[in-house]
């Protein structure tokens, strides 16, 4: 099974507006991770939020966390053209057998 | 203090070739992930290795198989290559053994094309 479903699948807003991204995962976790990935690029980690936590900042990142949904959100403020990049959660904890990425949230932030 | 590193960074192969990816963790990790991305798709999980055995493994087939070594670094291999093979294949490093619970430090990956 699959887990990390990301959305929307492509975000466009200009600089300085704030993006919103979604993820929904199917089991229970010990946390949720975030990561960003730039084209054709390693991932780099974010932010990491655990399981008993609702709400977690990092600068201008926010990332929620809703257990009863199975369910998280990224919040990044101020955007800037250096964040256009391809977002992916991945919901750690279980067995990474069952664990993969899903098709993550491609931002374009317009200057 | 050297981040998770891959190489090369990319290669070209033909149909039915064998290939041979390598990773050195960060240091101070002990546990390596490999994965898959195909263009346009997210990191698909291949397997896991720790203490120089495999720990955890993926929807793939026999083809894919791996090593680590004692100092931790790690080798992917693809026999049989086929064209769906081709794909950036990352590696990840994580500290304190194998399961899914830490944050993972990602290589710059290998770009492979099966011609």
């Known amino acids: 099974s699959q887990q990390g479903e990301e959305d929307p699948q492509a975000l466009s807003i200009q600089e300085g507006e704030n993006a919103t991204m979604n993820c929904s995962y199917k089991?229970?976790?010990?946390?949720l991770q975030w990561y960003r990935q730039n084209s054709g690029r390693g991932l780099v980690h974010l932010i990491l939020?655990?399981?008993?936590?609702r709400e977690k900042h990092s600068g201008r990142l926010r990332v929620t966390l809703d257990t009863s949904k199975k369910s998280s959100s990224l919040l990044i403020t101020a955007s800037r053209a250096a964040d256009t990049a391809s977002y992916f959660c991945?919901?750690?904890?279980?067995?990474?057998?069952?664990?993969?990425f899903g098709q993550g949230t491609i931002l374009t932030v317009h200057p | 203090d050297a981040g998770v590193t891959q190489s090369p960074t990319h290669l070209i192969k033909t149909r039915g070739q064998q290939v041979t990816l390598r990773c050195s963790p960060k240091?101070?990790?002990?546990?390596v992930s490999w994965y898959q991305q195909a263009l346009g798709q997210g990191p698909q999980f291949i397997f896991q290795?720790?203490?120089?055995?495999?720990?955890q493994r993926g929807n793939f087939p026999d083809r894919f198989s791996g090593h680590q070594f004692p100092n931790y670094s790690s080798e992917l291999n693809v026999n049989a290559l086929l064209l769906g093979d081709s794909a950036l294949y990352l590696c990840?490093?994580?500290?304190?053994?194998?399961?899914?619970?830490?944050?993972?430090?990602f290589g710059p990956g290998t770009r492979l094309t099966v011609l």
């Open positions: 990840a490093s994580t500290p304190g053994g194998p399961g899914g619970a830490d944050t993972q430090y």
């Open positions: 290795y720790y203490e120089e055995e495999e720990r």
């Open positions: 991945f919901a750690g904890g279980t067995s990474y057998g069952k664990l993969t």
């Open positions: 240091s101070g990790h002990d546990t």
């Open positions: 939020i655990r399981s008993n936590e």
């Open positions: 089991t229970s976790i010990n946390n």
